[in-house]
C-alpha cells in the first residue's frame, strides 16, 4: 500500500503515513480490512444476508452497502435514531447505503443499545430471516485477522505504529502483527477508558497504549481548529483525512512529535484507515454551526 513521507521534524524525526484510504473506492481504509474475512465467511456458511448496525454517518454503513452489492449479498442496516428516517435524502452516506440495496431499518437510540441482547437479534431474525451478524464498526475476531495485515514486511523499520480507533478492531490487529520492537499508540476517537478491556479481548501483547487526549470533545465532535489543520494538512500534502478519525489521529501525533513525545531519531507510521465518505456529512453539520468547512479536494 502506498505510503507517504509526510515531512522531517526536529530531532530527525521522520513521519510516514500509509494510504489504506486508497485501498478501494467505496471500501476504504480499515472497513476494507475487517469485511474481508468475514465476507468469506459469510459465502462459506451460505449466507444470503448481511445484517449490520449503525449511525447517521457510519463508514461501516456504507462500506457493508456497498460490499454486499459487489459480492451479491442483500444488506440490512440497523440504525441509530428513528428520526433519521424521514431524512435519507438529506443525509450522504444512508442515501449512499439506500442506492446500494441496502434496507434501512431505524430504532430509537434506547432500542439500539440493546443491539448486542440475544433476545435483540433474535427478534430480527423472526422479522428478516436468516442473515449474517456483523457487528457495529466491524469489529469480530475475523475483523482482527483482516486488520493484522496492514502492518507488513515494508514496515519492519518503524518505531512506533499510530491509528485511530473506534471499536477497537484496527488497534488490536495492529498490536497482533507489530514487531517486539515496535510500539503501537492508538488514538480513540471517543472518551472513556472502556475500549482498554475491549482490545484485550483481541489482542494479549502489551506493545500498545492509548492516547486519549485528541478526541475534540468526544465522538464525532469537531472545532474550528481541527478543521483549519486538516485543511492544511491537504494543501501541503495532498492527502484528505476525515474529521472523526484519521484527522484527530494526525493531529495528536504532530502535536506530540513538537510536545518531544518521541525519542530523537523516531521513525513514526500513521495508519489512514479512510472514512472520507463522511466528510459531506460533516460539512452539512459544520455549515449549520457556521463553522469552517473541510475541503475535499487531492
Not at 78 to 103: S, W, Y
Not at 136 to 148: P, Q, S, V, W
Request: with cysteine.
Amino acid at each position: 500500500m502506498n505510503q507517504k513521507l509526510i515531512t522531517s521534524f526536529s530531532n530527525s524525526i521522520s513521519v510516514q503515513i500509509k494510504r489504506e484510504d486508497l485501498i478501494h473506492p467505496f471500501v476504504s481504509g480499515n472497513k476494507f480490512r475487517k469485511l474481508k474475512y468475514n465476507l468469506l465467511q459469510a459465502k462459506a456458511e451460505n449466507q444470503q444476508t448481511l445484517l449490520t448496525f449503525g449511525g447517521a454517518f457510519s463508514n461501516h454503513i456504507a462500506a457493508v452497502a456497498f460490499a454486499g452489492k459487489e459480492r451479491g449479498f442483500k444488506t440490512i442496516g440497523i440504525i441509530r435514531g428513528d428520526e433519521l428516517a424521514q431524512k435519507v435524502n438529506e443525509n450522504p452516506t444512508l442515501l449512499f447505503a439506500q442506492n446500494c440495496g441496502m434496507q434501512l431499518e431505524f430504532i430509537s437510540r434506547e432500542e439500539y443499545r440493546l443491539k448486542s441482547e440475544v433476545s435483540f437479534i433474535e427478534n430480527l431474525k423472526q422479522k428478516f430471516g436468516n442473515f449474517y451478524l456483523i457487528p457495529e464498526g466491524g469489529t469480530n475476531a475475523l475483523a482482527i485477522k483482516g486488520c493484522e495485515e496492514i502492518i507488513t514486511h515494508e514496515d519492519t523499520d518503524f518505531d512506533y505504529i499510530c491509528c485511530s480507533i473506534g471499536t477497537g478492531g484496527t488497534i488490536s490487529g495492529l498490536i497482533n502483527s507489530a514487531l517486539p520492537h515496535q510500539k503501537v499508540l492508538g488514538f480513540p476517537a471517543l472518551k472513556g477508558d472502556f475500549l482498554k478491556e475491549e482490545i484485550r479481548n483481541f489482542a494479549q501483547n502489551e506493545n500498545w497504549e492509548l492516547i486519549s487526549d485528541y478526541h475534540f470533545g468526544g465522538y464525532g465532535k469537531i472545532n474550528a481548529e481541527l478543521v483549519l489543520f486538516i485543511n492544511h494538512f491537504n494543501a501541503e500534502n495532498h492527502i484528505p483525512l476525515d474529521p472523526i478519525y484519521t484527522g484527530k489521529m494526525v493531529f495528536g501525533v504532530i502535536d506530540l512529535i513538537q510536545k518531544n513525545y518521541f525519542p530523537a531519531e523516531s521513525k513514526i507510521l500513521m495508519i489512514h484507515t479512510g472514512g472520507i465518505q463522511g466528510i459531506q456529512g460533516m460539512n452539512i453539520k459544520l455549515k449549520n454551526k457556521q463553522l469552517p468547512t473541510i475541503d475535499t479536494y487531492v
